[in-house]
């Protein structure tokens, strides 16, 4: 009876080992796993291709992604649904030009470049 009566607040102190900061190798590996099947979503509503997202997200675990990735599109698939544009660019990628900026650009023609061609085909 003793030990029954030593054993139980033993067993009470260690079912608590989480707020002793010791972490549940289980619990972990789920979280990252959901971790990674959220990324994989948000990519797929954002529409961005899979390999976008690993590389926006290289600390995630492609498989989570991947499997995030596919259950997002057929879910997207299935009910009809369009992407939302995505707000960041992709790593590398030249930022885009304000819409006025394009369109006068083909229109000008600096006159100092086109001068230098033709003088350099006639000195051939």
């Not at 010791?22 to 971790?35: C, G, L, Q, R, Y």
């Not at 992604?65 to 995505?86: A, H, I, Q």
């Not at 030249?94 to 819409?99: D, F, G, I």
Request: aromatic share 4%.
């Amino acid at each position: 009876m003793k030990r029954l009566l030593f054993a139980l607040p033993l067993l009470a102190a260690l079912s608590a080992c989480e707020q002793l900061g010791i972490e549940d190798p289980v619990k972990t590996a789920a979280n990252k796993e959901a971790e990674g099947k959220a990324i994989g979503s948000a990519c797929r509503h954002a529409m961005r291709a899979i390999e976008d997202c690993y590389v926006l997200n290289p600390k995630a675990q492609k498989a989570a992604v991947y499997t995030g990735w596919r259950e997002m599109d057929e879910y997207m698939r299935e009910n009809k649904l369009e992407g939302v544009t995505p707000v960041v660019p992709r790593p590398g990628a030249k930022p885009a030009q304000p819409v006025e900026e394009t369109e006068a650009a083909p229109a000008e023609k600096p006159a100092g470049k086109a001068s230098e061609k033709t003088s350099d085909a006639k000195a051939r």
